[in-house]
């Protein structure tokens, strides 16, 4: 199966008429160039030609890095920060991805995210965690970030609201619970069992990375090898042959919705891992960035179809131009002016590499 | 797994009872999830110089309206507000809720003018938002007491009362150009890390900064902008970290982000540099008593404290006692002085907890 899975996808529309002699004779022309060099496109219309318009973007961008900063830039340790940088904003957006894909938009990403770092890094739990261990946090920002999903979902699939109302909500909500829960302050967490964790590194490779790397893959089995991602899939592109069809598309909304939250807790334990903090500042606009992401990578708004490649290449991509930005020392009206002209380069170079190799 | 038939699943209700039980267990949690630190009792009455000015007077209605108290400094400004108001006897306070939409907060302002307090204090969200509202206060000949962000016009405030932003940069930049002298270095590096790039007190801030450090032949190599909170604090130092292999002196506008920034040096290991802060936290403090931070520049939060008490004055008819003019001055620019590991314990217990 591709990496960009639609459900109808795969025939090109049959031909409705009978072609004439003329256009017979080029067809079969076609079809010989096309069988010398079928391996290549067979390769073009796979996920790495559905990509490439990404990876030139991201080429770019790293090719004005290394020209520009040959001395800063194309360094390990560079590399690793914009890594680590991408990596909590990224699983964010892979979680968003799911939602997206599901015809759904969710708006409360950045705020529940908030809320479950500031619920793990509670003078409460960082004594449990102390006193039993810092598990015990991890197990915290989980929970809450799958009960708000959860409570998201709910609200969408039973009780009939527009998923950008219901996560609205959720986005005031869930950032006014983690101000009166914070007092509106920083927390410092202290639990060094937990930071030592997820600020370690492994093989070089920082904890943060990794995880992001682990959830990508998970994500991708999960959108392109199972039943769940295809169902996904369906609902998002027509929910109601997807209920026609048997599947029990309210459920299916729901645990997508909790997916998401799952995502935002994996992300608020990175982010506390990172800052050594929870706050209810946390994630200010992160469902902007994430669905920046999530586009950027090729997945459609209006849901039916999603990639997990796309949405790691588009969280690259921000990471990378903010890099380089602030390795040349821009100043930040300028870096939001390149980044939105970026923003619409990268969606628009993406697009036309992908209708041409193998359609939308 | 592709063709699987459909699933015999939990009944939507059933999994509604589920995700009900689930919701309330969270918030059971909620209830044992206290953040409570050791209460700080009493902190010791402050007496004020001694005079006649504290003695119960006439009693006046003081309304106070600010922003949302959204970070440390915002909150702290908000409290001690309330707590000063709470000190005498004589002051009825009438606190809105802070709030960072204008019109609302205009709202809010209108209110006291149709209530007819005796004077309003106001920190508005924007300055030039509630300059016409502030005017129709004094017109309506109730005194406004402006704090910290400055009207657009020198009719819409009885008395104001600000922080010095551009003092804050230039105290900042002084004390680096102090350290280069100390330490003897040659060609520093020199970073900023400023806080939300549209606002005027930010470039104030790094003007002032930038005019200090010329004074001493020097000027900023890298500047990056982070937005008051932790993680873009974070996000920025990293960056910078890298855009930069040697830094000798750092200044951060805001001890609020700072937290992120100083995250981002542990993360990188780094601590060449001299780490300058902004605002005075409690956790800037600590790493000055502790080493971690070579000092931070004041910007005291308790700007709206003194705004109570200069309303009080000004609703009573008083002067300031320590003044030989007997009206309250019309603009009093707070000083923004270096707390370095010297002085640190005198300015410990006016530090706010970020």
Redesign the interface.
Known sequence: MSERTTPESGQPAAPTAPPSEDEHARLESAAEAGGTQSALRRLMSGSAGRNLGLVLALLIVVVIGVATAPDRFPTVDNTLTILRFASALGVVSIGMTFVIAAGHIDLSVGAIMALASVWATTLASQRMAEDFHWVTMVITALAVGASCGLINGILVAYGRMASFIVTLAMLVGARGLAEMISGKRNQIAEVQGFLDFFGGEVFGLPVLVIIFALVAAAAWVLLNRTTFGRRTLAVGGNAEAARLAGIRVKRHTMVVFALVGVACGIAALMMVARTTTGTSTHGMLWELEAIAAVVIGGTLLSGGRGTIVGTVFGVLILATLTNVFTLHNLDTSTQAVAKGAIIVVAVLLQQRVAARNGGP | ??H???HR?PS?RR??IT?GA??IA?AL??G??????ASSDDEGEQQAAGSSNDEMGEEVTIAWSGPE????WL?AINSSALDEAEKYDDINLRAAEGTNDASLQIQQVETFINEGVDAIVLLPTDGAALTDIAMEAMDAGIPVVNVDREFSSPFAARTTILGDNYGMGVSAGTYACQLIEEHDIDDPVIAEIAGI??LPLTQDRSDGFAEALSNCGEEV?????A??????????A??????A?EIDIIWNHDD?QG??VK?AF???GRDEFFFIGGAGSC?AMRWIEDGEMEATVLYPPTQAADGIRLARLIAQGKGMSDLVQVAVPRRIVLDAPVVTADNVDQHMERCF??
């Not at chain 2, 108290?69 to 440390?72: E, I, K, Q, V």
């Not at chain 2, 190599?221 to 902008?225: H, K, L, P, Q, W």
């Not at chain 2, 937005?227 to 920025?236: D, I, K, L």
């Not at chain 2, 990293?238 to 855009?243: D, G, V």
């Open positions: 797994m592709l699987s038939t459909i699943s939507p999994l509604l995700a689930f919701a969270t949690v909620a044992c999830t206290s953040n409570e630190p108290a959204d970070h440390g909150a790039d549209a190599d890298n500047r990056v902008a937005e008051f909170t932790v993680e873009s604090g974070e996000a920025e990293s960056n910078l970290l890298q855009a292999p609020d937290v992120g995250a542990d993360n990188a956790n907890e970020s």
